[in-house]
């Protein structure tokens, strides 16, 4: 082989490893299998070439190139490279997404297929609203927002505005010097109340003090209690209360039969019947008495003996009969009785 032969294989070689060594570095391998996809979006700012093909998370492929689709609506043409192990089909979406820091990645969306894809036919799209354009979108409210409230600020800071405003904040200023003077004028009442408050907040902890000691009383008593044989306490006390019910009960029955004294007492009325014939007796006496002193009562003033002498007397009875009794009535000899104060 001759030299020039030499040098011009030398240099094919060369020209072909830059070519696969320049696909290389661009993510495309000139010898792989893979096959190409295509899908349409309206804006593909932050995607590059080579830029990953996500399946789940994990890459299937790459970004192969993008082209401008002047006929429509300057939509952008994007080639995309799939490993042929992957199915793709008439459910698969490209979705454009990407990070915080602006790198896009394309994301592929699997559903149920009905149509299996060989290769170079075109994928569905979607591109869903990026942080930015929220932001932008939001933003545009709040300017507006902001725009209208410094419109308003300017408004009410106008010339009379502003006099009132420097009018109350001298108003302020007046208000701030009387109150300072009126604090140096009753300092000492100021200093009074301090010290009064100073008392009272030492009083009040001697008071804590006590409320404590009550506090130790009570759970002594609280502790004796406990300790006190109070079971037995009860159990004596209803012991109690039972006989004293028992007292009760035989009482009751003392007293609503008639066996017994105070039975018969209360519930015979021969008692009653006696002590009415009684009364009634006293007072026909009382009466027969007040009629008739004489047949009762028989006194002298005279001592010694006397004669004996019958005495006739009449009584007339209630009823209107007339009774006649003869009594023997003794006269006494007269004794005559000294009379006379003896110093």
Same mark, same amino acid.
Not at 277 to 284: G, H, K, L
């Given at each position: 082989m001759?030299?020039?032969? $030499?040098?011009a294989l030398l240099a094919i070689v060369a020209l072909v490893a830059l070519f696969v060594g320049f696909r290389f570095l661009k993510g495309s391998n000139v010898f792989s299998s893979d096959r190409t996809f295509y899908t349409t979006f309206r804006n593909v700012d932050g995607l590059n070439d080579g830029a990953a093909v996500l399946l789940n998370g994990v890459p299937v492929g790459q970004v192969k190139s993008r082209e401008l689709v002047l006929g429509?609506?300057?939509q952008v043409r994007v080639a995309l490279e799939i490993? $042929?192990?992957?199915e793709v089909g008439d459910s698969t979406l490209a979705v454009l997404g990407g990070s915080l820091l602006g790198s896009k990645t394309i994301d592929l969306r699997q559903g149920r297929n009905t149509k299996i894809f060989d290769g170079g036919e075109e994928i569905r799209a979607f591109a869903p609203a990026s942080i930015t354009d929220a932001f932008q979108a939001k933003a545009g409210s709040v300017l507006g927002t902001a725009d209208s409230t410094l419109i308003k600020v300017n408004q009410f800071l106008s010339k009379e505005a502003r006099l009132s405003l420097q009018q109350t904040l001298l108003n302020s200023q007046a208000t701030t010097e009387a109150l300072r003077n009126l604090l140096v004028a009753n300092q000492r009442n100021i200093n009074q109340i301090t010290t009064n408050m100073a008392k009272l907040s030492s009083s009040l902890t001697v008071t804590e003090r006590k409320f404590d000691q009550v506090a130790t009383n009570l759970a002594l008593i609280t502790d004796t209690l406990k300790r006190a044989p109070l079971a037995k306490t009860v159990r004596d006390l209803n012991t109690t209360v039972g006989q004293a019910q028992v007292a009760m009960k035989q009482l009751n029955q003392s007293l609503t039969t008639t066996k017994g004294s105070l039975g018969k007492l209360i519930n015979d009325d021969s008692l009653y019947t006696n002590l009415n014939?009684?009364?009634?007796?006293?007072?026909?006496l009382l009466v027969d008495l007040k009629a008739n002193p004489k047949r009762y009562v028989h006194f002298s003033v005279f001592g010694g003996g006397g004669k004996e002498k019958k005495k006739t007397e009449t009584e007339r009875k209630p009823d209107g009969s007339v009774e006649r009794e003869t009594k023997t009535v003794t006269q006494q000899t007269t004794t005559p009785v000294d009379t006379a104060v003896r110093p």
């Open positions: 001759s030299k020039e032969a $030499k040098v429509q609506r300057n490993q $042929k192990r992957v014939a009684t009364s009634a007796s006293a007072n026909a």
